[in-house]
């Protein structure tokens, strides 16, 4: 079964998908990495090939494809890209098996993990102003708006907010088990 993570840049899905894969014994995917790979490029410049953003969800959505029929029948945690639950992500998303869990956090906290990266995907050392936070403290609400219906198809919706990393893999792992006994007596293993 795959546990599909979604939510805005920055909210912790790579953190605490990594760290529930961990816990779960199971493989961690990192949509946005395994797309880089696939097509030997960052997602910064494969995304410029494209003219927009629906059409680089289609051509990045053959990656979560050929992810999903290489693992089938097996057990894995996977972080999806902000926009995840659109396009052509969630065609392919809505033919597969598994749980999906949007990750809520207040923007404050989603800026103080903020991170920055180059073309290539290189992280950038950045210091913000106090405008700086302020202009990326509108930005990250305005995603948080933008990407709410899309959200909205998710099966759980998990607000972390003041959890460390150690916290919100208890709470995600918690909430899984009760959706999962709510629709059978099975759960998942740690």
Do not use: W
């Not at 910064?44 to 289609?58: C, P, V």
């Not at 392919?92 to 956090?105: F, H, Q, R």
């Not at 050392?125 to 948080?144: A, M, P, S, V, Y």
């Not at 709410?148 to 990393?165: E, F, M, Q, T």
């Amino acid at each position: 079964m795959g546990i599909f993570i979604a939510g805005v840049s920055c909210v912790g899905k790579t953190s605490i998908g990594s760290i529930l894969a961990s816990r779960l014994g199971c493989r961690f995917y990192d949509l946005d990495k395994e797309i880089e790979g696939f097509f030997k490029t960052s997602i910064g410049r494969l995304q410029g090939k494209y003219l927009t953003s629906e059409s680089f969800r289609h051509e990045a959505a053959k990656v979560l494809t050929h992810i999903l029929e290489t693992t089938e029948n097996q057990n894995f945690v996977m972080a999806l890209p902000p926009s995840g639950l659109m396009g052509g992500y969630l065609q392919v998303l809505k033919k597969a098996e598994g749980i999906i869990a949007v990750l809520t956090d207040a923007p404050e906290n989603i800026l103080k993990r903020i991170t920055f990266y180059d073309i290539d995907s290189h992280p950038i050392e950045k210091q913000l102003t106090g405008k700086e936070k302020l202009l990326f403290l509108r930005e990250i609400k305005k995603d948080i708006s933008y990407f709410l219906k899309s959200y909205d198809r998710a099966h759980l919706r998990i607000d972390i907010s003041g959890l460390s990393a150690a916290e919100a893999v208890e709470k995600m792992h918690q909430s899984l088990n009760s959706f999962l006994s709510d629709k059978t007596t099975n759960k998942l293993s740690p």
